[in-house]
């Protein structure tokens, strides 16, 4: 008999909920916009989906490159990593 392993798919396509996950990537990457070029950045993760065993479940997420108050990427790493992160770090180069 012949056993072949078939490799998970990925997928992208994920269930409604909370899931432990990791961040597998940054990458920049330019956006045309009416003022002109914008920098952005792309978060990639690996996502565990108790109910898709069988999958490589991956999710990512993308921000303008803004750390200003109240941006959109800011927001989203204060979660992450609190605000003392920014608070530490304020007049500095990241």
């Known amino acids: 008999?012949?056993?072949?392993?078939?490799?998970?798919?990925?997928?992208f396509d994920l269930p409604e909920g909370d899931y432990n996950a990791v961040i597998t990537g940054v990458k920049q990457f330019s956006k045309q916009s009416k003022k002109g070029n914008q920098d952005w950045i792309?978060?990639?993760f690996d996502v565990e989906v108790?109910?898709?065993?069988?999958?490589?479940?991956?999710?990512?997420?993308?921000?303008?490159?803004n750390l200003?108050?109240?941006?959109?990427?800011?927001?989203?790493?204060?979660?992450?990593?609190?605000?003392?992160f920014f608070q530490t770090r304020?007049?500095?180069?990241?």
């Open 1 to 11: 008999m012949l056993n072949i392993e078939v490799p998970q798919e990925v997928t």
């Open 42 to 44: 792309r978060i990639n």
């Open 50 to 65: 108790p109910s898709l065993p069988n999958f490589d479940c991956r999710a990512a997420r993308n921000f303008q490159l």
């Open 68 to 84: 200003k108050h109240g941006s959109d990427l800011r927001n989203f790493l204060n979660e992450l990593l609190g605000p003392q």
């Open 90 to 94: 304020s007049g500095h180069t990241m």
